[in-house]
């Protein structure tokens, strides 16, 4: 008899239906096409409708990995939802979703302000939660970035997307079995990438706010560096963990931030481009869904098989980052 394992027992994602082009952006900022496919591999990316937000992305996504999972919504125990651009400011969005899946009153917290490493970090702590509880957790990473960028930016405000993806983590002799999570912060370079307003520092307001929204701030070629550095960095560290080797990675997720920093981090591991998972050039840069669309998408298409070692590995403001090793 196979010993249960604690895991991935379903997953999801969710991309909202308005497709926004490089020739869109060309028509709204300063910039082209060929500008923004050279320097970061993105041609599309998804923008929520004017009456989506984020509990309603997040949802869709939650069903879709509850429907793979083949579970109720009642039988869940947890919910985590990693995010950056909650629903509203409090309570977090996880309080909307746990009422919209219609889950028992059971735990549902945010994990916010991590920015695109969110995820990975809510997979760490979903799974000593499972570990440790016995609980079945829902782990959601949500964004609408389309409404927290600048418009007056135009290095910034052409990465990102909206998106949404989710798994379902339990024991189970089916389960693909997380091996190792490694999760890291750096808060010295806390001032690279962030939302600055909104909080108490810099309240919201006509004069920290002038253009009325709140907005990303980047030093685009730090990030790029930290970014490059620190997944690879956490990858190299998971697969160390584990006591594998790079070479027995079949498929390695990094976070969709931009096609250079995939290439550049592909590079830095001498890991090979064919078993990179890549959809930067339609969806953009989805923050915290970023990993989980990726993951979802490789694994409809049949890029993940049984007994297929796969590597998650991500950063985000904070500096933050992580890795994940999963056997399938
Ligand atoms: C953002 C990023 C693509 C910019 O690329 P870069 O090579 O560093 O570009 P620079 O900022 O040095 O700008 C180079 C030139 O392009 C111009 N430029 C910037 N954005 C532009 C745009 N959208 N269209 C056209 N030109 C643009 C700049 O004004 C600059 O012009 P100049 O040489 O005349 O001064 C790159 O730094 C990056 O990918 N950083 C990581 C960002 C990231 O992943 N953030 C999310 C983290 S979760």
């Known amino acids: 008899m196979t010993e249960d394992r604690i895991g991935l027992l379903g997953m999801g994602a969710y991309l909202p239906s308005r497709v926004v082009t490089n020739s869109d952006w060309a028509q709204w900022v300063d910039t082209t096409d060929e500008w923004i496919t050279t320097r970061t591999g993105i041609a599309e990316r998804r923008f929520a409708a004017d009456d989506e937000s984020t509990a309603d992305l997040a949802v869709q996504a939650a069903r879709a990995a509850l ?8 039988t869940l125990d947890e919910i985590i939802v990693a995010t950056d651009t909650p629903e509203v400011y409090t309570p977090d969005t996880s309080a909307f979703v746990q009422h ?7 735990p549902a917290y945010d994990l916010g302000g991590s920015g695109c490493a969110g995820f990975l970090q809510a997979l760490d702590v979903a ?10 957790v829902l782990v959601i990473g949500v964004e609408v ?3 927290v ?7 910034t405000c052409v990465l990102f997307g909206d998106g949404a993806g989710a798994v379902v983590i339990g024991r189970g002799a089916q389960a693909a079995e997380i091996l190792v999570a490694v999760t ?5 370079r806390a001032d690279i990438l962030g939302i600055e307003t909104g909080g108490t520092r810099r309240p919201f307001s006509p004069v920290e706010s002038p253009t ?3 907005e990303i701030t980047m030093r685009g070629q730090q990030v790029f560096k930290e970014a490059v550095r620190r997944m690879s960095a956490a990858a190299r560290e998971a697969v160390e963990r584990a006591g594998l080797t790079l070479d027995d990675v079949d498929l390695l997720v990094p976070h969709q931030a931009n096609l250079r920093i995939i290439d550049a981090v592909g590079k830095a591991l001498a890991f090979p481009a064919e078993k990179v998972c890549v959809n930067v050039r339609d969806v953009g840069n989805t923050g915290s869904a970023s990993v989980p669309i990726a993951l979802a998408q490789a694994h409809e298409q049949g890029r993940i098989q049984p007994g297929n070692l796969v590597l998650l590995t991500s950063f985000g403001a904070g500096f933050h980052w992580g890795a994940v090793l999963i056997r399938f």
Request: charged share 40%; proline share 0%; no cysteine.
């Open 67 to 74: 429907d793979d999972a083949g579970i109720d919504a009642e």
């Open 212 to 214: 009325g929204r709140l």
């Open 149 to 155: 960028m600048s418009l007056t930016d135009r290095t």
């Open 100 to 106: 919209r899946l219609g889950a028992r009153q059971i």
């Open 145 to 147: 970035l389309s409404r």
């Open 184 to 188: 890291g912060t750096d808060g010295s």
């Open 127 to 136: 799974r000593s939660r499972a570990r440790e509880t016995e609980r079945r």
